[in-house]
């Protein structure tokens, strides 16, 4: 899902009241062109055992660090101080848009190298597949 809310061009609010009434029928949404990409960002030792409470900084900076890149936050939390810590095991997705999907990826780690989170580890190897295929047949 958090792929393709940032390429939904119509009012989300709107679809979800229309969803929670059960007025889906007939309703259209408009998406952008973009193709988007997402990497999640996990807890160290995820899957298996893992800290919570690790310090997350930067996401301000990460979400402008390139053009049009949005934060989802899965498994975080603040703590008493009001800074946002990991609470979870796959703690945030980083999507990005772009006109190819090496574009999308590039700004995405472009935000995930941002973002200051020493306890946290992301693949490095997302949407290498797709890129691939394009690169084949040109």
């Not at 952008?32 to 893992?50: F, T």
């Not at 800074?83 to 700004?107: F, M, P, T």
Request: glycine content about 10%; charged content about 20%; some cysteine.
């Amino acid at each position: 899902m958090q792929v393709l809310i940032p390429r939904l061009q119509s009012d989300l609010a709107s679809a979800l009241l229309a969803a929670c009434k059960g007025e889906l029928k007939g309703l259209s949404f408009s998406w952008s062109d973009e193709v988007a990409l997402v990497v999640v960002l996990a807890s160290s030792g995820y899957p298996g055992q893992y800290k919570k409470g690790t310090l997350i900084r930067n996401l301000d900076e990460a979400a402008t660090a390139a053009p049009k890149v949005k934060i989802f936050h899965a498994g975080t939390d603040l703590d008493s101080h009001g800074n946002v810590i990991a609470s979870g095991g796959r703690v945030l997705g980083v999507v990005a848009l772009g006109k190819e999907i090496a574009q999308a990826q590039e700004r995405a780690y472009v935000a995930v190298d941002t973002i200051n989170w020493p306890d946290g580890f992301c693949r490095r190897d997302i949407g290498w597949r797709a890129i691939a295929s394009l690169k084949e047949t040109k």
